[in-house]
T-cell receptor, first 113, second 115 residues
């Protein structure tokens, strides 16, 4: 079972470059989300989606774009990378019902130099 | 607005002792779910336990139990008979039950189990 697949696992970017973090799930989950994890800050929500064609902002959306054209995929785009975006990024998915837990990808460690 | 607070940045506990990790929350939703996750040093997020706001009994899963006090808005995780492998970061999370909305997390507690 693939579950939630995130790619790449590691990435180094130069300031100003753009890139897309990929997230795919094969569990037919309606809900998908992106978090960033920084020391002492926990998991902060960047963007989330409750279904194809529907996205919404989380706590720290600036500098990131998302789209949800299919149920399976929820890519996160960094438009112009900044050192402040150096972080570990997690994609998570779950069923829409609130009593179900979220399943996480393995994370992407991004460094912006 | 929803909020999760974990007030213990780090804890040191002797092996085989029980440990309680604190979690308080704030929400205006009448029904909600509370979750705990474990993140070992390898980085993956592992789901541990779930408690619904309308559940009459506290949730238990093996050595994990959730001390749910609705009036106090607290959902503390209790690990009985701690093991070295319990050393990890632990996150408390919440989401509403009856509407589409996000899952939010606390800042986490790093637990160190001492031999």
């Amino acid at each position: 079972n693939a579950g939630v697949t995130q790619t790449p696992k590691f990435q180094v970017l130069k300031t100003g470059q753009s890139m897309t973090l990929q997230c795919a799930q094969d569990m037919n989950h309606e809900y998908m989300s992106w978090y960033r994890q920084d020391p002492g800050m926990g998991l902060r929500l960047i963007h989330y989606s409750v279904g194809a064609g529907i996205t919404d902002q989380g706590e720290v959306p600036n500098g990131y774009n998302v789209s949800r054209s299919t149920t399976e995929d929820f890519p996160l785009r960094l438009l112009s990378a900044a050192p402040s975006q150096t972080s570990v990024y997690f994609c998570a998915s779950s069923y829409r019902e609130g009593f179900t837990e979220a399943f996480f990808g393995q994370g992407t460690r991004l460094t912006v130099v | 607005a929803q909020k999760i607070t974990q007030t213990q940045p780090g804890m040191f506990v002797q092996e085989k002792e029980a440990v309680t990790l604190d979690c308080t929350y704030d929400t205006s939703d009448p029904s909600y779910g509370l979750f705990w996750y474990k993140q070992p040093s390898s980085g993956e997020m592992i789901f541990l336990i779930y408690q619904g706001s309308y559940d009459q009994q506290n949730a238990t899963e093996g050595r994990y139990s959730l001390n749910f006090q609705k009036a106090r808005k607290s959902a503390n995780l209790v690990i009985s008979a701690s093991q070295l492998g319990d050393s990890a970061m632990y996150f408390c999370a919440m989401r509403p039950l009856n509407r589409d909305d996000k899952i939010i997390f606390g800042k986490g507690t790093r637990l160190h189990i001492l031999p």
